[in-house]
Structures are given as C-alpha cells and as structure tokens.
C-alpha cells in the first residue's frame, strides 16, 4: 500500500511564524502536491513538483513556497504565517504518468 | 478552464436507503478523466475510481455504481443500501489529458447515514 504521511496532524502557530509542514511519501512517486481544504471550496492546489528540484505553482500559490530536496519528501513553507492560512493541508503523490494521488491523513493548522 | 460541481453540500440518509451524489463537470477537453474520493472522519481521501472519458460504461464494486453520461456531463455515484460507515465527505475530481499533473476537485458533499 502507499503511504503518504504528513508530519504532523495538528499544529497551532503564531501569525508572523515560518512554518514548515512535510510530507513523505515511501512509493518512489515522481509527483507530490500540496493542496489546501477548506469548507466550501474543497480542495485547492498550492504547488507540485514532478521531480527532486522541480516545482510548478498551482491555483494558489501567493504567500506558499515548497521544496523538494530529496524524491520521497515535498515540504510546504509559509514564510510569514498569516490567519488567512488557517486551514487543512493535504499532501498527495502519484506515479509519474498515473492519474490517482493518494493522500496523506492531513495537516490542521491554526494561525492565531 | 475546468469546473467540478457538486451542488449537494451536505445529504443526510437512514441506513439501507440508497443515495446518490450528483457530479457535473466542464472542460472542453475531449479527453480527460474523472475520479470519486472519500474523505472519512479520519481526514485522508481514500481513491474510490477513475474513468476516462472514452468509456461510458457504467461501473460497480459492491454496494457503489457510477453512472457517467457524457450527454449532461456528469458523473453521479450511487450506495446502495447506505451503512454508517459510508458517512464521509465525498469528492468527484477532473483531469484533463496532457494538463498539468493535477486534479480539479468538487467543492464536497457531506454524507450522513443514520442508524
């Protein structure tokens, strides 16, 4: 089975803060994603990569970055957290050619 | 650009009813996939099928059935005798062939099944 896990389920951070949320994937997938939950919009694509050092921006980028080091980790950075980031964070992965992302359990963040 | 629809936010059933989750899509794209997810309680979307737009066939595995009409541009899914179990958020997703790698996912529709 895959598992993509993420690195932490709940995280309270002050507005202001640089947060690091990762995502580790144990497939060998060449693509991860970040996407962001929230009521009502489902879900929203912040960056992808499809390769280590590779990114491309998705629907919502602005205030995000990421970084993909090594090919089993994609990290979310917001480098000056704000409350309108509050929100639930998924990390996906996916064969390079393969159409289904299998998901992590998800981040919660609260930005106070 | 592509849309997903999913105009039921949340439905509420009692076990054994049947219940279906309606998905309407856009995009222009003559070629491009559709998928169903589930997000239980726990928080990970769970991957329940992709179709692509050349097989209009409709599918079943178990107690779910997918009807895919490419006439209405939709993708509806269907329980069948509904379980508690079943309660979850419920996602129907786009791709596009040759798009970038990512999904356009409905906006959800919460499922409750009452014992």
């Known amino acids: 089975d895959v598992k993509v896990t993420q690195s932490s389920r709940y995280l309270v951070k002050r507005t202001g803060e640089k947060v690091f949320l990762e995502c580790v994937q144990d497939?060998?997938?060449?693509?991860m994603f970040w996407y962001r939950q929230d009521p009502g919009l489902g879900l929203r694509l912040i960056y992808f990569?499809?390769?280590?050092?590779?990114?491309e921006k998705g629907d919502i980028p602005e205030g995000y970055s990421v970084s993909r080091e090594k090919k089993e980790r994609f990290s979310l950075i917001l480098e000056s957290a704000s409350t309108n980031q509050t929100s639930m964070y998924l990390c996906?992965?996916?064969?390079?050619?393969?159409?289904?992302?299998?998901f992590g359990p998800g981040t919660r963040l609260t930005v106070t | 650009a592509q849309k997903v629809t999913q105009a039921q936010t949340e439905i509420s059933v009692v076990e054994k009813e049947d219940v279906t989750l309606d998905c309407v899509y856009e995009?222009?794209?003559?070629?491009?996939?559709l998928f169903w997810y589930k997000q239980p309680p726990s928080g990970e979307l769970v991957f329940l099928i992709r179709?692509?737009?050349?097989?209009?066939q409709n599918e079943i595995s178990g107690r779910y059935s997918w009807n895919f009409q490419k006439s209405t541009s939709s993708f509806n899914f269907t329980i069948t005798a509904s379980q508690v179990v079943d309660s979850a958020v419920y996602f129907c997703?786009?791709?596009?062939?040759?798009?970038?790698?990512?999904?356009?996912f409905g906006s959800g529709t919460q499922l409750t099944v009452l014992p």
């Open positions: 497939m060998d997938h060449e693509n």
């Open positions: 996906a992965s996916s064969l390079l050619h393969h159409y289904e992302q299998y």
């Open positions: 990569s499809y390769d280590v050092k590779m990114k």
């Open positions: 997703a786009l791709r596009v062939s040759g798009s970038a790698r990512q999904l356009t």
């Open positions: 179709r692509n737009s050349f097989d209009e």
């Open positions: 995009t222009r794209d003559t070629t491009y996939y």
